[in-house]
């Protein structure tokens, strides 16, 4: 009798297990689209305000790397700059005589001018009043081209050190380190002191509120998944049963690999198989790494 009843306890305690263990066509492994974050430029972190699990937004204010050399040579190109163009000739005050010139002429042709039609003068000291104001207009149409085109190569000199202020700009503005991700710190590889160069990693990011579960599949069961095709995805609920949530399929490898050691398919790890991946809204539950079942 004991040993029926043992049997009988043996049986319930099966088929419930069998009952608690959902069905599954394929399993994976969580991750998510990581970011490396490097720095654009060359010196020494000043600051970095960086903890890994932090939550970053895009546009964040992170740190700085020290630009001190860079403004400084700023300044000094604003200062050529400045001496350059101070050189540039004031053409009002270049031909303020000429001005005057022309001025005497003209009241001079219009004295002339009055006498002639008194009968005190003659008509060539009319036309010689005349040719000396053409004479003058002339001196000042060539003295402002000269000035002119004077101050325009003051103006072409002084372009490339604009351009170097540019430049410079940008690359103080590339000191500053700013987050261009939305999402989760995962890993920090530099503290403040260090020095950074022009690639150097900084952190890696990833935006946990979705994540992505990377499935294999076998060829048998390839010809039934389509891209955005809606799967049940079961984890563990940490109790002994499972979390069942919806994901939707988003990439098919269209090549055959090795099955990963790690991963079981439904057809007990045959050799050759296609990886997939379906999207899952995450409330933070999943994590990296974690493992998960898909079903069709």
């Not at 050799?271 to 999207?279: D, P, Q």
Request: proline share 2%.
């Amino acid at each position: 009798m004991k040993k029926l009843f043992s049997l009988i306890i043996l049986f319930v305690l099966v088929t419930s297990c069998k009952n608690n263990a959902p069905e599954f066509d394929a399993s994976g492994t969580f991750e998510a689209e990581e970011t490396i974050i490097s720095a654009q430029a060359t010196g020494v972190i000043k600051e970095l305000q960086l903890e890994e699990g932090q939550e970053l937004k895009v546009n964040q204010y992170i740190g700085f790397i020290d630009s001190t050399q860079l403004y400084l040579k700023k300044v000094q190109l604003q200062k050529q700059i400045s001496a350059l163009l101070e050189k540039k000739p004031n053409i009002n005050a270049q031909l303020a005589a000429y001005n005057e010139q022309l001025r005497t002429a003209v009241y001079e042709k219009n004295r002339v001018a009055n006498l002639y039609e008194a009968g005190a003068a003659t008509a060539k000291q009319v036309d010689d009043s005349k040719a000396i104001i053409s004479v003058i207009n002339k001196q000042i149409e060539a003295q402002k081209s000269t000035l002119n085109i004077t101050r325009s190569g003051m103006d072409q000199d002084a372009n490339p050190l604009r351009i170097q202020i540019d430049q410079l700009n940008d690359q103080l503005e590339k000191c500053q380190i700013i987050n261009e991700v939305n999402g989760t710190v995962l890993s920090k590889y530099t503290e403040v002191n260090e020095m950074a160069t022009p690639g150097k990693p900084l952190y890696k990011i990833a935006d946990l509120s979705t994540i992505i579960l990377r499935v294999y599949i076998t060829g048998n069961q390839l010809p039934i998944v389509k891209l955005n095709q809606v799967v049940t995805v079961s984890t563990d609920d940490g109790n002994g049963g499972f979390h069942q949530t919806e994901g939707k399929i988003i990439w098919i490898n269209d090549k055959a690999e090795f099955t990963p050691k790690t991963i079981q398919t439904k057809n007990e790890r045959a050799n050759l198989v296609y990886a997939i991946k379906v999207k899952v809204k995450n409330d933070g539950r999943y994590k990296i790494g974690m493992y998960g079942e898909i079903k069709f």
